[in-house]
């Protein structure tokens, strides 16, 4: 259908202008949604970095998913305002049910998972971001624990509710895991771990290990022939991918090699990672392809999967799309929200604390 939308200024003719060009219509109106448009992940990429070129200046990527709609992302970019920086975003930050926090995957962004941030998911929803994205922060961490010490002081730092949901999808899943074991230690309420098709099939890499699989695969995704058993180069691989558009995972070079370092980084810190029981409440949510063939093959250790750890309160339920589907798929958007609801629900039918009352509040 034609759009009838009239831009009111220059600013929102330049964004409408590269969203058509990124989305192949205009927006609807004021309120039209990016992602709720058919916008991804990659689209996302795209259209910052349009908007970059465009305009020439600097629009981070979190503008786009703290401020989604093309009358939000055309004021941000009009008043110069792209938010109070810092390494946790806020996807959402209305809804009825407990705060929810997207701990992210091996990206080390929560990039893929705005799904989150919207409808079904009736509650505030947090994204953290991983260290050493930004490349003026330098190296990120380097093992499992500084990640998950980090993780805390960036919550700690920013004053966020101490009583929350947690969710990781894939890699994510075990980053999640992790730090609600760390926020407990600290006194924090943690009602529900959510694992998104995490997998504890994780063979042991080094950080250049893990790092040069994540540039092979871009280069393979972007069509760049590889000769078997030779290592690409991030330079070529980079130059390759941004004369076909923008870059998958950053639209800068420098953003490129940071995004490298952290897949690294993690790929290495969860290497050979066997979970201990917890004591909160695990909801995994599963796909038949959740244990990657080539990563179970070159898994050295014994593998307890997650229904086997004796943990006291653990659900799992079965996801009918793949791995890379499912976070987009409306009947697990709403399943993962009814098992949090019923998490919430259960506490409200008990005495439970304000607060005010918990420790360290």
């Known amino acids: 259908m034609q759009s009838h939308f009239v831009e009111r ?9 590269q969203w058509s060009r990124v989305l192949g219509r205009p927006p609807a109106s004021l309120d039209a949604d990016f992602f709720g448009s058919g916008g991804s992940s990659l689209l996302a990429a795209k259209l910052v970095a349009a908007l970059r070129g465009a305009l020439g200046t600097r629009v981070p990527l979190k503008t786009l998913f703290e401020a989604p709609t093309f009358g939000g ?5 009009r008043n110069d305002t792209p938010g109070p920086g810092g390494r946790l975003l806020t996807l959402n930050p209305y809804g009825t049910g407990a705060p929810l926090l997207l701990v ?3 990206s080390g962004g929560v990039i893929g998972l705005h799904r989150f941030g919207g409808d079904p998911i009736d509650r505030p929803v947090l994204g953290l971001q991983a ?6 922060e330098g190296a990120p961490c380097g093992t499992l624990a500084e990640i998950v010490d980090d993780f805390v ?6 004053d966020a509710p101490r009583s929350l949901h947690l969710a990781g999808y894939c890699v994510g899943g075990i980053l999640a895991y992790e730090l609600a074991a760390g926020l407990r230690r600290r006194g924090w309420d943690v009602r529900s771990v959510v694992l998104l098709n995490t997998s504890l099939y994780c063979p042991p890499l080094t950080v250049a290990e893990a790092a040069g699989e994540k540039l092979l695969s871009v280069a393979h995704e972007a ?9 690409p180069d991030a330079a070529e691989v980079y130059q390759a991918v941004s004369t076909q558009g923008p870059d998958p995972i950053e639209t800068d070079f420098a953003e490129f090699q940071a995004g490298l370092r952290v897949f690294g980084s993690v790929g290495s810190a969860v290497s050979g990672y066997v ?3 917890g004591d909160f409440a695990v909801r995994l949510f599963s796909t038949d392809d959740r244990d990657d063939p080539s990563d179970v093959e070159r898994t050295l250790h014994r593998v307890t999967d997650w229904p086997d750890l004796g943990l006291t309160d ?5 996801v009918p799309v793949d791995h890379f589907e499912m976070i987009a798929h409306e009947p697990t958007l709403k399943a993962v929200e009814n098992a949090m609801k019923d998490i919430d629900d259960g506490r409200r039918g008990q005495s439970e604390p304000s607060e005010d009352s918990r420790p360290d509040a």
Do not use: H, M, N
């Open 9 to 17: 200024d220059a600013t929102e003719a330049v964004v409408a202008a």
């Open 73 to 77: 992302l055309s004021a941000r970019i």
């Open 104 to 106: 992210p995957a091996a």
């Open 131 to 136: 260290c050493g994205l930004d490349p003026a």
């Open 153 to 158: 002081g960036v919550l700690e730092k920013a």
């Open 223 to 231: 069509g760049i022939a590889i000769p078997e058993g030779q290592e």
């Open 275 to 277: 979970p201990e029981p």
């Open 314 to 318: 653990y659900q799992q339920y079965r």
